[in-house]
């Protein structure tokens, strides 16, 4: 899922009303760069008084609107999809939110609530022959727990406990991301980044599939089992008598001869250590 980020965008700017009537004036390309995390208007946040500033709200107000906001909730006729709609000043922070959140630089798989990336650069991601897997998550985003939105403002946006807490109530609704809120799909991405990150692979970067690492067009023994090789060999010079050297040829010789399916250069590791360990049982015997 690689797509080229677009970093330009038109935008038209309102002026101030004028005898009711709005006036409204054309502006030249606005270039927006993406900013990595710590340059945010949301990390690191200390006290609820800097994140009401933040968001231009009063302090009380940012409390009211996360304990006392009343919801429209309906159905949409087409899908009957249940929408939760945050009542106009909350969907306004929500907004606000979604705003300095989408500004941080994002990976290149994510697609959805990025500028400059839709459901059409993410089909555009796919062109080719490569094999897709199609996954649809049921209800994402009442699957989101309030506790995770917390847990990304406090370790992730590196915010104050009581911060982070403030902005989970903001943005969440009975212990849930809401369907409505204009901040729940990026919400609901960087509440689950770190397993997104895990399974996500691009077209260069080395895979490890079922053991085996794929590396471009060539497979390769995964370090790990690498480790593991080396690993048994040491615990075999370590070994005090015949006894034990006996106990540990097996599975060394079985990891090799595995391995040699990958890396062929194995299976004459594999053979040299089955001789000696033939050796030695004929010794043992004698």
Known sequence: MIMHRQRNWWSIKFSKYWSGLQIVNKVAIKKEE???????????????HLLAKKLGV??????RFANKSVYRVFNLKDSGRRVEEPPPALQAIHRKIHRYLARIEAPTYLHSAIKGRSYISNATAHI???PMIKIDVKKFFPSVPQHKVMHFFRDHMQCASDVAGLLANLTCR??????GGAASPILSYYSFKSMFDEKFFDA???KIVTGVMVKGNRLELPHSRWRAIRFAEKELVKAATDDQRLALYPALISRLHEAAQIDPACRSMALYHNQKWKELRQASVA
Request: proline letters at 9%; a positive charge.
């Open 128 to 130: 080719g022959i490569a």
């Open 174 to 179: 009975n212990g849930r991301l809401p369907t």
């Open 58 to 63: 009063l302090v009380k107000d940012l409390e």
């Open 34 to 48: 993406f900013i990595p995390c710590e340059k945010s208007h949301l990390y690191g946040i200390k006290s609820t």
């Open 204 to 206: 260069t970067r080395p």
